[in-house]
């Protein structure tokens, strides 16, 4: 069985050198690693089994290599510059920060809806309805994305003194068409008039500041009218209902005023969107864009952000590989000459500024990408019988799939799920995710996803492309561009821009996906059945002793005045219980749960019962990493059964040196060989080599398998070979 929980990852990596948190001297940095020995060998085969894959066994493919740092042009047209973001909402009660997607979606339906239809009904009244309905549509259903573009989009525009521009009357009898706030005075309630109607001579009547309860019984009894019943359709926003009198009115005016900036967070706290896990409403903030992008500047750059010449040296560290790909592909396709269709790969740094990573490496703020750009002929100029983007799209679906198979995934834990619609970035037709079963909380969760990208991202860099495909496209004509990114179609003597499928995986979400499926725990010997009983008397304590907690625990009315959690004691006696009745079979699954449940109303039984189910543990399981030989970070290791013996230490030397020409071979003689082996096992070394007193005799030696743990003799003269063949290193 693969590893049960991600902290069993985060353990052993710790503990042999495969990830260690990065900047660890001083505290760490939010979510970079650092990879180990071993992690470095790791991610190396990863990488290799990847290119490897793509272009020494197609012929199809080239490689790149290309610079993180790309002109800034390049993310303004690629769209990441403005649409690379996620969109996020804190909660003022909490302090806590959520994407507002996630937020939305462990919302109820019905407040969904009602949400939905409250932004529709404000747009409308903003008269904001056709800009909305061109940019993100109108749907007649409930649509989580759409309310949350809505929220983040028009928030802002949402503000009810919107319909001041409607003109008004100066407190001294002129008609104004604008009125300038300025919410110092008391209470806010003071309004400047700033800008006039034409004709206005500001040296007879100049600007002056008035209570605004005096401008609005300034104003015609109809106008007031209008504005109560503009107000009536604003109650979040205005935090109360109004009335048709001056000083209600004028403090809807103020209120509204002064919550313009806020409008989408207000409406959230009117509807009480819930904080998730709870059944709390929150107190939220505006939502708001944050783009994911790591800025820097080219040069000695000392100006404010936002000024001509910051933007001139501005350069983002990329966030994804492919667009050097695109920015390369007139030069490959030129100084290969290629013709469609063929790819190209790279793989590399990727840098987002995630605003939830987590999960040990899953999601990190620096990762690396292995991607490749797969260019095909348009729907438009297909021959019969060539190849379809859709069914491009299908093939390489199935063919990375295989990939990750190949490589020791189980089918019943690596999954194909196609994007709803909703979740397509702005370049994609159509993007199936590969997915594998994490253990633990983390689930189902992408570790590659493939992309239909059309001929999105060649036409966004092109300087000449026909105003039918920008149309299509939804972009705007590229001036900055010195080229097109075309290709000549002998065949069809013409001249277009291709399409693209795009599978794009994660180098370093993939090592994680291997070392979860890698994981066991094998008992390898029976526990002595004395110590098992005992250890089954002693948890039977434990769950009693966390009965009389959890019953102290009940007593307090007051959930928040509560030291210990009842809830979380009854899951933890649940499964304490049910582990037991399955012992000795469940030693490390209760080993991890004793880990899990390490909070404070446990820690007094956990700290007694864990060192006894460690030292059992110790003594009958064996931490084994069955990695596919490719991968392993180590492929042989080789001991003398004695280190005292110097003709022994002498021939497992050499060995070791001879096996170093065509893998990573190590020689150690630093404990016992049932400890070798063990060590040996947890990093996943496939094959061990035993030098022994035999050998000396009939030139032979010990060949152990890591997953079957059988052992072999093979001559001298054979073991390169024979080593090879079980590596698959042919
Ligand atoms: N060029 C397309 C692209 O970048 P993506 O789905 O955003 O698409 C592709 O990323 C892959 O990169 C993901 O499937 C994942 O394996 C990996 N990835 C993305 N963000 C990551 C992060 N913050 N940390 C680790 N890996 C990440």
Known sequence: MPARSLDQIVSLSKRRGFVFPGSAAYGGLGSFWDYGPLGAELMRNVKDAWWKAMTWERDDIEGVDCAILMNRKVWQHSGHEATFSDPLVDNKKTKKRYRLDHLLAAQSPQLLKELQAMLQRLLNAATLRESAQASIGWPDTVDLNWIMTGLVEYGHFLEPTAVLSMGYRHPEGHEFNMMHFKPTGKDGL??????????????????????????????????????????????????????????????????????????????????????????????????????????????????????????????????????????????????????????????????????????FTFRTREFEQMELEFFIKPPQFLREGEKTDEQWHAEWVDARYRWWISLGIDTSRLRKRAQDKSELAHYAKATTDLEYLFPGSLGWGEVEGVANRTDFDLSAHSREVPEADLKRLKLEANKDSVTTLDYFDTEAKARYIPWVIEPSAGATRAALTFLCEAYHEEMVKEPPQAEIEALKTEIDAVIKNADKKKKDAEKEKDPAQRKHDPVAISAFQAALAEAASRLPASLMEIDTMLEDHAGAQNLEPVKKLKPKVNKLAEDCVRVVLKLHPKLAPVKVAVFPLARNKPELVDIAQRVSREL?????????????????????????????????????????????????????RISLEQLPHEIRRRLQLH
């Open 660 to 712: 170093r020409h065509f893998c990573k071979a190590i020689y150690d003689d630093s404990a016992g060989i049932g400890k070798l082996y063990r060590r040996q096992d947890e990093i996943g070394t496939p094959l061990c080599v035993t030098v022994d007193h035999q050998t000396l005799e009939d030139n032979m030696v010990t060949v152990r398998d890591r997953d079957t743990m059988d052992q072999v």
């Open 190 to 359: 003071r309004v400047e008039f700033a800008v006039a109607r034409s004709g206005y001579d500001q040296t007879k009547t100049p600007l002056g500041e008035y209570d605004i309860v005096d401008v609005v019984r300034a104003q015609s009894p109809e106008w007031r009218e209008k504005w109560y019943r503009h107000f009536s359709e604003y109650p979040p926003l205005i935090a109360g209902r109004p009335s048709s009198k001056p000083e209600d009115l004028a403090l809807c005016i103020a209120t509204a005023y002064r919550n313009r900036w806020h409008a989408a967070g207000l409406l959230m706290t009117h509807f009480c969107v819930t904080e998730p896990g709870t059944n709390e409403a929150g107190d939220w903030s505006q939502p708001r864009r944050f783009n994911l992008m790591f800025q820097s500047h080219v040069g000695p750059v000392e100006a404010a952000p936002g000024t001509e010449e910051e933007l001139a040296s501005r350069v983002y560290l990329r966030p994804e590989t492919a667009q050097g790909i695109f920015m390369n592909f007139k030069n490959v396709l030129d100084s290969s000459r290629r013709k469609l269709p063929f790819g190209i790969a790279q793989i590399g740094k990727a840098f987002r500024n995630e605003i939830t990573p987590g999960n």
